[in-house]
């Protein structure tokens, strides 16, 4: 059974610091790793989509890297601003031969607290 | 930009009793989804429907549970008998095709058994 694994569970930095989040999944056998941001009393928010045929994704200061042999992915944020504060969750799709299964598989979260 | 809308934020139920909880997925969408947090816990698939059937669905989408496409815009998820321990935020998400995978939620209703 899959198990994705965020760290650190929370992290407090001050403004324009660049940081990493990680994640890890135990079953290499991924079809795509999503990172969302989930603000509170709001849904998710797809940031990232990393196809497992990828190495990373970037989309402005996030960039996304996955190392699926290892099981493992991290969330690079450059240059942090006070509203990049929230929860980041990292979600596995569970590849099989000729496609992917349909659910995710969520981590925890890091909950993430910039300081302006 | 388009958006999932879930109604109701939050509703409130007796124990044993049924609720249905609503979607509107964003509406040239394909594939829709349930899934559930528990408070202080991850978020967990429960249910995924394509082409007016159940394509996948999760240990914890047993026979309490029900979801059905009534017409062409609204998604529901249905509990029969409502326990103390389905207290969670419920989000509805949708994507578009195969190609794009980009899931969309909703804000999610929050449901609380008492």
């Known amino acids: ?116 | 930009e388009p958006e999932v809308t879930q109604t109701p934020s939050h509703q409130v139920t007796q124990m044993g009793q049924e609720v249905i909880l609503r979607c509107v997925p964003i509406s040239n969408h394909l594939y829709f989804y349930w899934y559930r947090q528990i408070l202080g816990q991850k978020v967990e698939f429960l249910v995924s429907f394509y082409n007016n059937e159940i394509s996948e669905k999760s240990e914890i989408f047993d026979d309490q549970f029900s979801v059905e496409r009534p017409d062409g815009s609204n998604f529901t998820l249905k509990i029969r008998s409502t326990k103390l321990e389905d207290s969670a935020m419920y989000f509805c998400a949708s994507r578009g095709d195969r190609v794009n995978e980009k899931l969309f939620f909703g804000s999610g209703t929050q449901l609380s058994v008492l």
């Not at chain 1, 991924?30 to 603000?39: C, G, K, P, V």
């Not at chain 1, 940031?47 to 989309?59: G, P």
């Not at chain 1, 969330?75 to 596995?92: E, F, K, N, R």
């Open chain 1, 1 to 116: 059974k899959q198990e994705v694994t965020q760290i650190p569970a929370a992290l407090s930095v001050p403004e324009g610091e660049n940081l990493v989040l990680n994640c890890s999944f135990t079953d290499s056998a991924i079809y795509n790793l999503q990172w969302f941001r989930q603000d509170p009393g709001k849904g998710l928010t797809s940031l990232l989509l990393i196809q497992s045929s990828q190495r990373e994704q970037t989309s402005g200061r996030l960039n996304a890297s996955l190392d699926k042999s290892s099981g493992r992915s991290t969330l690079y944020i450059a240059a942090s601003q006070p509203g990049d504060s929230a929860t980041y969750l990292c979600a596995v799709r569970r590849g099989y031969s000729g496609g992917g299964a349909d659910g995710l598989t969520f981590g925890k979260g890091t909950h993430l607290i910039i300081q302006p």
